[in-house]
C-alpha cells in the first residue's frame, strides 16, 4: 500500500507547540510536508506567551530531516491570523493545509461563567478558526486546493457540564467548517472537523484511569489523513479517542408534515411528536440546499 505523503504540500497547524497539535506537525513533517507551527506559548487558561514551545518542536521536525518554521502570534486577532498564514506564504511560498487545533480552557458552571471567560474562550476557538482560516482560503482559492481540519469537541457536539462557553465556541467550528465545505467545494478545498478524546495538559485531571488508554498518538493518523490530498471527504466530523474512529453526524430526520394548506396547531404537534422525533429514515444533509429540495419536495404534494 502506498504512503501518505506530503512533498510540496505547506502545513500550518495553531497551537503546535505542544499535546495533539505537536504530533499533527510532527507527522506532516516527517511525511515530507513544510512546516509552520505556531503556538502562543502560554498557559493552558490562555494566559501568558513565549517562544519556547513551538522552537522545540520546529527543531525536532528539523532534527529528523524535515522543514519547518515557528510562529509565535496568538489565532485570536485578524493580525495574528494574517501573520500565521503569512509566515507559510514568506517562507515556502504558499498554503494548502490548516489545522485549527490552537485551544485553552476556562471551564465555569454556567450561572458562574464571567464574561472574561467567555470572550477568552470565543476569541481563541471560535474567532482564532476565522482568522486564521480566512486567509488561508483566499490563497487556497487561488490554487485551487486546500484542506482545513478543525478541532471541535464533544463538550460541544454532545455537551458537557461546566463547559458552555467552550461547548458553543466548538460547535461554532463545525458551522464554520460545513460552510467552508460548501464554498470550497469549487475550488479543491475540503473542510472537516474533529472531536478528539486525547491525554493532553488540557486534559489530564479530567480523564482519570482512562487516560492511560487515551494517548495523543490515536488522533494523529485521522488528521494525517483528512489533511491529505487522498482524503476526498468534506463537511464531515469525525470522533477520536483511545483508537477508536467514527463518524459523528447531524441528521435530518422525515418527521411529520401538516395535512396540505393546513397550519398545525400545538396540539397536533403534542399529538405527533413522536413521528417528529423519531430518527428512523433520517438523510445527512450535505448543506441547506438538501434541506430545501427536501421542502419543495413536500409543497408540491
Ligand atoms: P494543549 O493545551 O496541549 O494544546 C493547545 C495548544 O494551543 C497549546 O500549545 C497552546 O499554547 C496553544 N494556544 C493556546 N492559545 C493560543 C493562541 N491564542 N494562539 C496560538 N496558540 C495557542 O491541548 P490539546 O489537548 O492538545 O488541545 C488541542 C485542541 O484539541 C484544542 O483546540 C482542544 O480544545 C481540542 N480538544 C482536545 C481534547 C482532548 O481530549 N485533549 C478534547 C476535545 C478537543
Given at each position: 500500500m502506498s504512503e501518505i505523503r506530503f512533498d510540496g504540500r505547506v502545513a500550518v497547524v495553531t497551537g503546535a507547540g505542544g499535546g495533539l497539535g505537536r504530533t499533527y506537525a510532527v507527522m506532516m513533517g516527517a511525511r515530507g510536508a513544510k512546516v509552520v507551527?505556531?503556538?502562543?506559548?502560554?498557559?493552558a487558561d490562555g494566559t501568558g506567551s513565549g517562544t519556547s514551545m513551538a522552537d522545540e518542536v520546529v527543531e525536532e521536525i528539523k532534527s529528523a530531516g524535515g522543514q519547518a518554521v515557528a510562529n509565535y502570534d496568538s489565532v485570536s486577532t485578524p493580525e495574528g491570523g494574517e501573520g500565521i498564514i503569512g509566515a507559510a506564504l514568506d517562507a515556502f511560498g504558499k498554503v494548502d493545509i490548516v489545522v485549527n487545533n490552537a485551544g485553552i480552557l476556562r471551564d465555569r458552571t454556567f450561572a458562574k461563567l464571567a464574561p472574561e471567560d467567555l470572550d477568552a474562550v470565543m476569541a481563541v476557538h471560535l474567532k482564532g478558526g476565522f482568522f486564521v482560516s480566512q486567509p488561508a482560503f483566499r490563497s487556497m482559492k487561488e490554487n485551487g486546493y486546500g484542506r482545513f481540519v478543525f478541532a471541535a469537541s464533544g463538550a460541544g457536539i454532545f455537551g458537557n457540564f461546566g463547559q458552555t462557553n467552550y461547548g458553543a465556541a466548538k460547535m461554532g467550528l463545525v458551522g464554520l467548517s460545513n460552510v467552508l465545505a460548501v464554498e470550497g467545494a469549487k475550488y479543491g478545498i475540503k473542510s472537516n472537523v474533529i472531536a478528539p478524546v486525547a491525554r493532553t495538559r488540557l486534559t489530564e485531571e479530567l480523564l482519570g484511569p482512562l487516560a492511560e488508554h487515551l494517548g495523543p498518538e490515536h488522533i494523529t493518523p485521522l488528521v494525517t489523513y483528512l489533511c491529505s490530498e487522498e482524503c476526498q471527504h468534506t463537511h464531515e466530523i469525525f470522533d477520536c479517542g483511545g483508537g477508536r474512529y467514527a463518524r459523528i453526524f447531524i441528521g435530518l430526520a422525515p418527521g411529520w408534515t401538516s395535512p396540505k394548506g393546513e397550519i398545525a396547531s400545538a396540539e397536533d404537534i403534542r399529538d405527533n411528536i413522536s413521528t417528529i422525533r423519531d430518527p428512523d429514515g433520517y438523510v445527512i444533509p450535505e448543506s441547506i440546499a438538501d434541506e430545501m429540495a427536501a421542502l419543495a419536495k413536500l409543497m408540491e404534494r
Open positions: 507551527v505556531n503556538d502562543l506559548g502560554g498557559k
